[in-house]
């Protein structure tokens, strides 16, 4: 009589098993992870203390990048062009001071891996950055030049006085008409708004233009915004845009000077909240 064996039934199951993934296969997925975005330059990576800088940030799979920050501060207009690169706007440097910025990534608000750390210097390279580096150093009560310019608040405002300065730290050169020798002796353009404003109206060869409030686009950090208060044609205030912002489509207008001192007051928050029905209009300097 012939035995059949019982094993040989198993002995092709397993077989079987092995051969549709058994315990000696790795599992699959069916999907592989993302390579990880590298960061390796940014260039240039020496820029001005004013806004306005376009850097180019290299590296791989860089197609999900969203925010770059300088020293914490958002870069606008980020952009990117392809896989490998990303354009970005430099802000403001932190109160217009040369420093050395930590730069860093963004896709979403995870940061993205970087090569080594990426860098961006602050130097004050132009004259609107020597005007603006002054204008930050000196615009608060207790950081005013008196020792150098004396202090006008005194008789009326120290406003015009300010911006004067500014304008020295600038490199625009004094004249007959825009003078200032000691806290004693000065023009009175150099010290009062309407009477700058008469001298600028009656010397173009000085090169600054007028803009009206609608030819707001045309305005840069640096140039000069003019106020009166009762809508009566008389200047009444005067300060230094700091800064340009894009805020939801709108341009805004940020200013630095004295009383009420301040570094980033909102123009349209003057002449609306601070003083409603109030006019502004802007010099630009040559």
């Known amino acids: 009589m012939i035995r059949r064996s019982r094993t040989r039934p198993l002995a092709v199951a397993l077989a079987l098993a092995l051969a549709l993934g058994g315990c000696s296969s790795a599992p699959t997925s069916g999907h592989s992870s993302a390579p990880e975005p590298v960061i390796t330059s940014l260039e240039p990576a020496i820029g001005p203390l004013t806004p306005g800088t376009t850097v180019t940030i290299t590296g791989e799979h860089l197609a999900d990048v969203t925010a770059v920050t300088f020293a914490g501060r958002a870069a606008v207009d980020v952009t990117v062009l392809d896989d490998s690169r990303v354009t970005a706007v430099v802000p403001v440097a932190a109160e217009y001071r040369p420093a050395v910025d930590a730069v860093h990534v963004f896709a979403g608000s995870e940061a993205l891996t970087t090569d080594g750390q990426l860098l961006f210097e602050r130097t004050a390279t132009s004259p609107v950055d020597a005007q603006l580096a002054y ?18 608040n005194p008789v009326g405002g120290d406003c015009m006085n300010f911006v004067s300065q500014t304008l020295i730290a600038r490199g625009i050169p004094q004249t007959d008409g825009w003078n200032f020798t000691s806290p ?37 950090v640096g140039d000069l915004v003019v106020f009166d208060w009762e809508g009566n044609n008389s200047p009444d205030h005067i300060q230094v845009v700091s800064d340009i912002r894009d805020v939801d489509g709108t341009r805004q207008i ?16 003057v002449i609306t909240v601070d ?5 502004a209009w802007f010099w630009k300097v040559p």
């Open 135 to 152: 204008a930050f150093a000196h615009w608060s009560t207790d950081t005013y030049n008196r020792e150098v310019y004396g202090d006008f």
């Open 184 to 220: 004693s002796e000065q023009t009175a353009s150099w010290i009062y708004v309407p009477a700058f404003e008469d001298y600028l109206v009656a010397h173009p060869e000085t090169g600054f233009t007028r803009l009206t409030i609608d030819q707001r686009d045309q305005v840069e």
């Open 254 to 269: 940020l200013m630095v000077g004295h009383n009420l001192d301040s570094n980033w007051r909102d123009l349209d928050t």
């Open 275 to 279: 003083h409603p029905g109030g006019l």
